[in-house]
């Protein structure tokens, strides 16, 4: 197959190799812009995770495409689906809030738990060492809505709240 690429493109004269790669610059620059369109949309650094584990079983599976958006302002509440990073993991944890904490200066801690752990995520050692809560800061979503993704097949958007209708 990759051979029959090279080939092709060493039988293109320059201009069409010039329209080839302006091809290409412009679906990549498109996508890239399309993304970063998403980003200010929906105040999210990523807002559109896959599901890499089964810890939320049977809400989300893994493979399952989750739609996110952040807006800093709205209060966290239990039973949402946060997206958050972990100090010292490179890989973010898609969780249900279990536990809203506000202190008396405004701070709010929230504790998570994945739907099908047996604990919450102090007890799963989910959290960084010493961390018994997860911050505001660490948060880069929740989940408004999922896709998804049967044998790397897609299947119908579900949006806000339609996470158990399986």
Known sequence: MLEGI????SRMNKRQKFYQALNFGMIVSSALM?????????GSESPIV???SGSMEPAFYRG???FLTNNREDPVQAGEILVFKVKERDIPIVHRVIKVHESAD???????KGDNNAGDD??????APHQNWVTKSEIIGRARGRS???NMQLSPICWDGDYTDE
């Open 6 to 9: 090279f080939s092709d493109v």
């Open 34 to 42: 399309i993304w970063k369109g998403l980003m200010v949309v929906t």
């Open 50 to 52: 896959v599901v890499l």
């Open 64 to 66: 399952d495409l989750l």
């Open 106 to 112: 405004g701070e709010v801690k929230i504790l998570t």
């Open 122 to 127: 102090r007890a799963g050692m989910i959290y």
């Open 148 to 150: 998804l993704c049967y």
